[in-house]
């Protein structure tokens, strides 16, 4: 066996399958593109999902990847077995090689046999190979051209050797490849141990799994053969260095072990330190990794979906570093050392570094405070048991601690057992698995029914091409050279099945092999317009269509979705096809403008500033981007000026088509989450070393940055951590909202008596004069509710020698409220008063007890639940100290009257 290091490993396995005529892809993001049934990428296939499934052509058959991916959740990756097992992993590499229709089961089997013999060394007798029970191909291959014994290749069944890519579609028997690590290591204790037991038995690790994808499955669960098979494989990275470095555990390989020596490091742990808190350990070193790439591939922590689980595993992380003994933020190190370790196979992380850091800090020091809060929530929750004499703190209450503050358990019962409290821990894992019932569902985005529909497309498509109708490359996109365009129509699509006419009044999708429509994508939205059908000789129209949307179904067809608005369109007819000149180039403004404001917020903000999204509409631009903090109004004064000047100086902007890599090189920005092919657009305002922004990008755009004319930001705002949002207006847009506010200056300029420029502090003379007459007021307004006050307080009885009060008075607030309770207290130094008052249209209780009667058992929370009761409402507080709230008006008299009641009832004798 060879030992080798992880980037050893990685490398080998590129180039064992470059010299075999494969393409080496990149690694795609951790979030799937334009899949809305994955929550992460998980399997080396997902970014090759549409050509196994046809709806996608690549320009090479073979493929290899060294593959991100992320898994949270399924049979055998619960969050919660990462820690305590040596081996499971939230983020993971997948090596994989692919076929599409070129080769199949002899090459693919083969391949894996001689790299894993040949360049690794691996002893051939400890290899066991699997195959599907019905497979006697993969049987025969793996005996005849291998070599390897029948009675070591085991059959088995579609549980474990028969892959499906969802109930219909792709799928074909698989074969796996399992490692024999010796009886020594055998944990299941069955004397005939082998693969096909399939027990989980640490005697075999599965290295390799071939899948061959052969069949196609429809809706009836028939399968038919596929014209073009193809091969899909997938192998652990983690688990096969584990195996070359002889490692006890994947946290013991160079992939780990840099990390556990930096919390090591960091904690001041002995090597027994570490070792009796190695759960812990394996846990931050997990998650680092993961939250790392997470943020890299453009994920913020969120409430929800993506967002939820980076929180979730950051969280976590956070969570064991304090239990270990981390008193402040650390996991921007442990990010650190996976950037340095990393970034040499995945360079957006040394690209995005600063960012990555400053995300995770930022969501870490939230954390800490969030804990802070949860031990003050911990605090009142006990004060209020114990004046109920309850020991118990309820499942529930101490899980929404966990999950909403992100307090956990076990600190939960540590801190509870100091104060004599215990913890209803079945009552908390029962609401955990009712969470985890809920997160479980959500992991689902949805089947979308998407691939039925594509697929009818692609039958479309194909059919057209067959009939010379369409190019093979499918419609010609004219949308970059003119607006209008003299063409045929090829097709006619109601309700996505193929038609020979449609009428006036139709809502239909017209197919043109040339379109001078630009179709929805990249953040730009689709041009509007007409098609319409006419007489050659006498350029008369016959019939008009609007086009609403001209749509990308497929790469390279495009359908114009639309309402035939007079005549009857046939199948054959010569179409003008017009694209709405005016909005096109609102939309182009727009665009340009995009491009120009990112270059300058990189220039003014920092070159951490990264685009997360866009919007390009005729209307206005919206633009998402990496930033921490909200933008002061002079570095917005500096963006939009800076914009200005660039549509002033009227930079040339060109578009010219180059191999990825080379527009890369020359430094172009590529977009995180895009997909790419080999030959990209790429987008340049400015000329030669003066090109001051490149792009890559597939949009329209104006020729000349004056063509612009004014740019104006409407909004700046946040939309998630570190995520900033701009709105702003271009061109014509932006001339009339510039109109408008001159006008409106103007205006209040005359109504103060002022000259416009004058205004603003004309109107902060006033605000001061409001605000002085406010306090005024204000001061008038409380020393009327204390007068008023002071006459309630005389009629507080005496209930069993303690004065009483309850009442319902003017607040407009419930800040007033308690200040009047403290009067009370003031005038009563031993008493009890429960307030009532209409706030907003609803029903508020304010209750306090001194400091004397709660050590004689009352309690104000207690009181004050009580009563809220009667409003159909309820609340708690301190046992000094508490507030409720509720529903009910009606009642808010006979609630805080009954508080005699109560004292009576609750005060000891």
């Known amino acids: 066996m060879k030992r080798l290091t992880s980037k050893e490993l990685r490398d080998a ?84 090689n692919f076929s599409f229709g070129d080769y199949f089961k002899r090459e693919a089997i083969r391949y894996a046999w001689d790299f894993l013999t040949g360049v ?362 003119t607006y209008e365009a003299d063409t045929r129509l090829v097709a006619i699509l109601r309700d996505g099945e193929l038609a020979d006419s449609a009428r006036e009044g139709e809502e239909v999708a017209l197919v043109l092999p040339q379109t001078p429509f630009y179709a929805e994508k990249g953040g730009q939205v689709g041009d509007t317009g007409i098609i319409a059908g006419y007489e050659r000789a006498t350029d008369a129209l016959t019939w008009e269509f609007e086009v609403a949307e001209p749509r990308e179904v497929l790469p390279g067809f495009i359908v114009h979705f639309g309402k035939m608005t007079s005549g009857t369109a046939r199948v054959g007819d010569e179409v003008w096809a017009a694209v709405d000149y005016e909005r096109r180039q609102d939309i182009a403004r727009n665009h340009t403008a995009t491009h120009i404001l990112h270059s300058e917020l990189r220039y003014i903000l920092g070159e951490h500033v990264q685009q997360a999204g866009s919007l390009v509409t005729p209307d206005y631009l919206r633009f998402d981007f990496t930033h921490s903090a ?17 549509i002033l100086a009227n930079y040339p902007v060109s578009a010219e088509v180059e191999p990825y890599k080379e527009a890369v090189a020359k430094g172009a920005i590529a977009l995180f989450g895009e997909k790419y092919g080999d030959r990209v657009r790429v987008v340049r305002i400015g000329t030669g070393e003066e090109a001051f922004s490149q792009e890559l990008c597939g949009g329209t755009h104006v020729a000349y940055t004056g063509e612009i004319g004014l740019f104006l930001i409407q909004s700046e705002s946040s939309v998630g951590a570190g995520l900033r949002r701009i709105v702003a207006l271009t061109g014509r847009a932006a001339q009339r909202m510039a109109s408008q506010r001159i006008r409106t200056l103007n205006a209040a300029a005359a109504f103060l008596g002022c000259n416009p420029e004058e205004v603003d502090r004309k109107v902060l003379n006033l605000m001061e004069r409001v605000q002085a007459l406010e306090k005024t007021l204000e001061g008038w307004k409380r020393l009327q509710a204390r007068q008023q006050f002071e006459t309630l307080i005389r009629q507080a009885e005496k209930v069993r020698g303690v004065p009483v009060l309850g009442a319902v008075v003017s607040a407009s607030d419930v800040d007033t409220m308690r200040e009047m309770t403290d009067w009370f207290r003031e005038a009563h130094p031993t008493g009890v008063v429960l307030l009532g008052a209409v706030i907003n249209e609803k029903p508020s209780l304010v209750a306090a007890v001194t400091e004397d009667l709660v050590k004689r058992g009352l309690s104000a929370a207690a009181l004050v639940r009580d009563a809220a009761r009667l409003i159909e409402g309820g609340g708690g507080g301190k046992p000094t100290l508490a507030q409720a709230g509720g529903r009910d008006v009606s009642r808010l008299a006979e609630a805080v009257q009954s508080v005699s009641a109560w004292v009576r009832e609750h005060l000891p004798a």
């Open 630 to 646: 909200m933008l002061t109004q002079d570095e917005l004064d500096a963006v939009e000026q800076s914009v200005n000047d660039a």
């Open 120 to 481: 690794l060394e691996l002893d051939p007798d400890r290899l066991w190979p699997t195959v599907y029970e019905e497979d006697d191909e993969a049987f025969d291959l793996w005996h005849t051209m291998i070599g390897v014994p029948t009675e070591k290749i085991a059959r088995m069944g579609k549980k474990t050797n028969f892959w499906m890519m969802g109930d219909t579609g792709p799928c074909g028997p698989n074969s796996e490849i399992h490692y024999d690590r010796g009886k020594e290591f055998c944990t299941c204790g069955d004397p005939h141990c082998r693969p096909e037991l399939d027990n989980g038995c640490d005697r075999w690790w599965e290295l390799w799994n071939l899948v061959f994808m052969q069949f196609n499955m429809d809706e009836k669960g028939q399968m038919t053969r596929l014209p073009r098979p193809g091969v899909d494989t997938g192998m652990g990275f983690e688990r096969l260095i584990s195996l070359l470095q002889d490692a006890p555990s994947n946290y013991d390989t160079d992939l780990f072990v840099p990390i556990m020596r930096r919390i090591q490091e960091l904690l001041g742990h002995s090597d027994e330190e570490m070792r009796k808190r190695i759960v812990g350990y394996r846990i931050i070193a997990d998650h680092g990794r993961a939250t790392t790439f997470l943020v890299g591939d453009g994920v913020r922590p969120g409430n929800e979906g993506r967002g939820y689980v980076l929180r979730l595993i950051l969280r976590r992380a956070a969570r064991h570093g304090k239990m270990l003994g981390f008193t402040e933020p650390f996991l921007g190190e442990i990010a650190k050392v996976v950037i340095d370790q990393m970034s040499d196979p995945y360079t957006e992380l040394s690209l995005r570094r600063e960012f990555i850091l400053k995300i995770i800090n930022q969501e870490e020091e939230r954390f800490q405070q969030t804990l802070s809060t949860g031990l003050g929530l911990l605090e009142e929750m006990m004060e209020s048991l114990r004046a109920e004499g309850k020991r118990e703190i309820p499942g529930e209450q101490a899980f929404r601690l966990y999950d909403t503050y992100g307090f956990p358990l076990d600190l939960t019962r540590e801190v509870a057992a100091e104060q004599g409290f215990t913890v209803d821990v079945q009552g908390f894992q029962q609401a955990l698995e009712e969470q985890r019932e809920r997160a479980r569902a959500a992991q689902h985005f949805g089947p979308t029914g998407e691939e039925d529909r594509l697929a009818r497309y692609r039958q479309v498509m194909d059919k057209l091409q067959a009939e010379g109708k369409l190019p093979a490359q499918g419609v010609d996109q004219l949308c970059y050279e």
């Open 13 to 96: 396995f590129l180039q064992f399958f470059a010299e075999r005529g494969h393409t080496i892809v990149p690694s795609s993001s951790l979030v799937p593109h334009n899949d809305p049934t994955l929550l992460f990428t998980n399997a080396g296939m997902v970014q090759f999902k549409d050509v196994f499934l046809g709806l996608e052509k690549r320009e090479y058959t073979r493929a290899a990847t060294a593959q991100k991916c992320m898994r949270v959740s399924g049979k055998h990756n619960d969050l919660e077995t990462v820690g305590p097992s040596p081996r499971h992993h939230t983020f993971f590499e997948m090596l994989g």
